[in-house]
């Protein structure tokens, strides 16, 4: 069974640049979720979908940062203009309904 | 909001010792999670547990849902084990969001 896949896998921009993740979950996964990670942190949900509606997006700053998961399956992240503070890895993830979650390989982010 | 801590944060062995990292958290949870991430690697599940002890080859998993503790045993490390191990618990607001605890860096030296 494939896993979750994400790319690209690395990026490296400057401040106030954009730019785009995506993820494709685990094929018949309905739940997917993006995480933040800063560098010695554990990682931070950013968004969880249902399918293709909104569950929780409660720790987007929604000023710079969107999502979406047009038809259910894939999601793109993207963040507008990007902050040195945005630098981390973001972590996307799927599961069926509420159990085990399985995390793909994480795009690492580098704002300069 | 849940509160998920974790100790020690930085953990060196040397190969063949027992570990053991704890992990404590504020609210009841359903289910507590077990995680690990290596080096420029993504996040590997290790265990999904709700109660009692779970077991997988060298990795042992127990919680204490009374006192709101459970830990992550490993049995013979090994270098290979080396990397970040991450509990993450329920965060209290909609199904499956998790809240993560900081990890603990495990080296294991030859």
């Known amino acids: 069974e494939a896993g979750v896949a994400q790319s690209p896998r690395y990026k490296i921009i400057e401040k106030r640049q954009s730019v785009a993740f995506w993820c494709n979950p685990i094929s018949g996964h309905a739940t997917l979720y993006w995480y933040q990670q800063i560098l010695g942190q554990g990682p931070k949900l950013l968004i969880q979908?249902?399918?293709?509606?909104?569950?929780?997006d409660s720790q987007l700053p929604k000023d710079r940062f969107s999502a979406e998961r047009l038809k259910g399956v894939d999601s793109t992240l993207k963040i507008q203009p990007a902050k040195l503070e945005d630098s981390a890895v973001y972590l996307c993830?799927?599961?069926?309904?509420?159990?085990?979650?399985?995390f793909g390989p994480g795009t690492r982010l580098t704002v300069l | 909001k849940n509160e998920v801590e974790q100790s020690p944060q930085n953990l060196t062995a040397q190969e063949g010792e027992f570990i053991t990292i704890n992990c404590s958290y504020s609210v009841g949870i359903s289910a507590l999670h077990w995680l690990q991430q290596h080096p420029g690697g993504g996040i590997v599940s290790l265990f999904m547990l709700s109660s009692g002890k779970k077991k997988h080859g060298r990795l042992i998993a127990t919680i204490n849902i009374q006192e709101k503790h459970s830990s992550l045993h490993i049995t013979a490390s090994h270098p290979r084990d080396s990397a970040v191990h991450i509990c993450?618990?329920?965060?209290?607001?909609?199904?499956?969001?998790?809240?993560f605890g900081k990890g603990t860096k495990l080296s294991v030296k030859p």
């Open positions: 979908f249902q399918n293709n509606g909104v569950v929780d």
């Open positions: 993830a799927s599961s069926l309904a509420s159990n085990e979650q399985f």
């Open positions: 993450a618990g329920p965060n209290g607001g909609s199904q499956g969001n998790l809240i």
